[in-house]
């Protein structure tokens, strides 16, 4: 596969995760202000920062709607859910051709529909309405068009090396945010080790960051409506079968690389399947007890890195690869 083609691919399903994602926590956060005190509204909405990786061109100034409407429409900032959505836009155009009819469909209907001059103008600095349910009926409409897309994706477009890339580029993109989002709860939620139930006033807190991870009814099934700090860390980290736990995310990576690998016929791609190979067993063979011995930020500090390791050497080897490389690569 061409190298430009793979990461049009590769970027187009991380920007549509992280629109997935930023969306995902901006809806579940406007919702969860309803039952808390203005103190708390605050915290959350820094965690919120925080769990988004502090974007550089947007703070905290106090006003939660402000910075929803600058986390959604703001395109002087990359890290915009509209941002996102165009840049997300203009890599599946660079592949048209390799993506099916669907998939193209699907993702232009979604930018024509958050591209409308009247969207724009409705929620241009200063004129979002403060009646909660506005922004979320918007957030809500970009979440079901993403998953239609992932949805489309898997059912008409050919699971070759092109789709491979694209599971590459979501399950990195949901290690890295997954990670983010516990590390942003640590300081108020694990910060001192709860050993009972949780008191009735952290009980927001904990549903919150399981409704971020779209993991609140998940968790319900397996482990009823306890919400115990211990279950929900092991939960998140080390569930092999929830989509949006840390293992089951490396797992996928690790899937697809092996196909990526199968494919393309290189013999130098080592490197890359130790580190996955790395991470992957971390989850696979860790318990919750060992993590929280080790440190909880730590442990997800180091998964962070070894994800930022994958895709450099991802990209080395399949994008960004000079012409010997190349050639030696391919001899057996």
């Known amino acids: 596969?061409?190298?430009?083609?793979?990461?049009?691919?590769?970027?187009?399903?991380?920007?549509?995760?992280r629109a997935e994602h930023t969306t995902r926590l901006l809806d579940v956060n406007l919702n969860l202000m309803l039952d808390e005190s203005p103190t708390s509204a605050e915290r959350r909405w820094v965690?919120?920062?925080?769990?988004?990786?502090?974007?550089?061109?947007?703070?905290?100034?106090?006003?939660?709607?402000?910075?929803?409407r600058s986390?959604?429409?703001?395109?002087?900032?990359?890290?915009?859910?509209?941002?996102?959505?165009?840049?997300?836009?203009?890599?599946?155009r660079h592949v048209r051709e390799q993506i099916s009819t669907e998939q193209w469909h699907r993702l232009n209907?979604?930018?024509?529909?958050?591209?409308?001059?009247?969207?724009?103008?409705?929620?241009?600095?200063?004129?979002?309405?403060?009646?909660?349910?506005?922004?979320?009926?918007?957030?809500?409409?970009?979440?079901?068009?993403?998953?239609?897309?992932?949805?489309?994706?898997?059912?008409?477009?050919?699971?070759?090396e092109g789709w491979q890339f694209i599971q590459v580029g979501r399950y990195i993109e949901r290690a890295s945010a997954t990670a983010s989002l516990l590390v942003a709860y640590h300081d108020d939620l694990w910060g001192e080790r709860h050993a009972d139930k949780l008191e009735s006033n952290e009980y927001l807190d904990w549903m919150g960051l399981l409704r971020s991870a779209t993991a609140f009814e998940a968790y319900c099934k397996v482990y009823t409506a306890d919400l115990t700090p211990?279950?929900?860390?092991?939960?998140?980290?080390?569930?092999?079968?929830?989509?949006?736990?840390?293992?089951?995310?490396?797992?996928?990576?690790?899937?697809?690389l092996t196909a990526i690998e199968r494919n393309s016929g290189s013999v130098l791609t080592e490197p890359l399947q130790r580190i996955a190979g790395k991470v992957q067993a971390s989850l696979a063979y860790s318990s919750v007890d060992e993590i929280f011995e080790r440190g909880v930020v730590p442990y997800l500090h180091r998964i962070q890195h070894q994800c930022s390791e994958i895709h450099d050497t991802m990209y080395h080897l399949y994008i960004d690869f000079t012409i010997q490389s190349a050639l030696t690569g391919a001899s057996t």
């Open 1 to 17: 596969m061409l190298s430009r083609v793979a990461d049009s691919l590769y970027w187009m399903s991380r920007y549509l995760e």
């Open 109 to 160: 209907s979604l930018y024509l529909q958050v591209t409308r001059p009247e969207i724009q103008h409705r929620h241009e600095p200063g004129t979002m309405s403060m009646e909660p349910d506005v922004p979320t009926e918007f957030l809500q409409s970009v979440m079901e068009a993403v998953h239609q897309f992932q949805g489309v994706s898997d059912s008409t477009m050919s699971h070759g």
């Open 71 to 92: 986390l959604t429409f703001d395109t002087e900032s990359r890290s915009s859910i509209l941002s996102l959505l165009i840049a997300a836009r203009e890599n599946s």
């Open 230 to 256: 211990d279950r929900i860390l092991e939960f998140l980290l080390l569930d092999e079968e929830f989509p949006h736990s840390l293992r089951f995310a490396v797992d996928s990576i690790q899937h697809a």
């Open 47 to 68: 965690r919120v920062l925080h769990a988004l990786n502090n974007p550089k061109d947007i703070k905290w100034k106090g006003d939660p709607y402000e910075l929803v």
